[in-house]
T-cell receptor
């Protein structure tokens, strides 16, 4: 079945440093979505990418969808303590369901 | 908009008890709801897809007789963990998708932490 891997698994940064998480799917995706889950919370939708090579920005967050529609990345510029949480990509393979990535847990230290 | 309510938030019960978890879309209709299970520090694993008015579709390895799903209306899906045992302890999360929008984001409930003693 479809597998979606993310690296790194964990990332500790100092506040103000940049952060990137990478997402790779074993199959071509129709779209990819990104979610953030705070400790003890539920996943919250961040963004969806549909087009090959698409890049979208949300303030300090930049999302990219690969040309082959099999990989994606999330980059955070100048991290803040509010960015703490686990970031999941989730791939849609054309069917009804999403396959969530393994997640990257981000910790931001002052 | 697009609020999903999940109840209860926490359940602690004895082994052998059956536990029902409700997932409601409060301000939209959801023909499809999804049930996930998440172990500590792990990803969300899809258990089943719940379709209004029809049988749920279970993922491979998920026992349908153990995890009963009912989606009786466009705003409510329930998951019943029957005869729960300690290994069923986990974080269960539901999500719902807007009716007629298969390619749209899922909106998640707050989740239910289930602890079986």
């Amino acid at each position: 079945g479809q597998q979606v891997m993310q690296i790194p698994q964990y990332q500790h940064v100092q506040e103000g440093e940049d952060f990137t998480t990478y997402c790779n799917s074993s199959t071509t995706l129709s779209n990819i979505q990104w979610y953030k889950q705070r400790p003890g919370g539920h996943p919250v939708f961040l963004i969806q990418l549909v087009k090959s090579g698409e890049v979208k920005k949300q303030k300090r967050l930049t999302f990219q969808f690969g040309e082959a529609k099999k990989n994606s990345s999330l980059h955070i510029t100048a991290t803040q303590t509010t960015d703490v949480g686990t970031y999941f990509c989730a791939g849609a393979g054309g069917g009804n369901k999403l396959t969530f990535g393994t997640g990257t847990q981000l910790k931001v230290e002052l | 908009g697009a609020v999903v309510s999940q109840h209860p938030s926490w359940v602690i019960c004895k082994s052998g008890t059956s536990v029902k978890i409700e997932c409601r879309s409060l301000d939209f209709q959801a023909t499809t709801m999804f049930w996930y299970r998440q172990f500590p520090k792990q990803s969300l694993m899809l258990m089943a897809t719940s379709n209004e008015g029809s049988k749920a579709t279970y993922e491979q390895g998920v026992e349908k007789d153990k995890f009963l799903i009912n989606h009786a209306s466009l705003t409510l899906s329930t998951l019943t963990v029957t005869s729960a045992h300690p290994e069923d302890s986990s974080f269960y999360i539901c999500s719902a998708r807007l009716r007629g929008s298969w390619n749209q984001p899922q909106h998640f409930g707050d989740g239910t932490r289930l602890s079986i003693l």
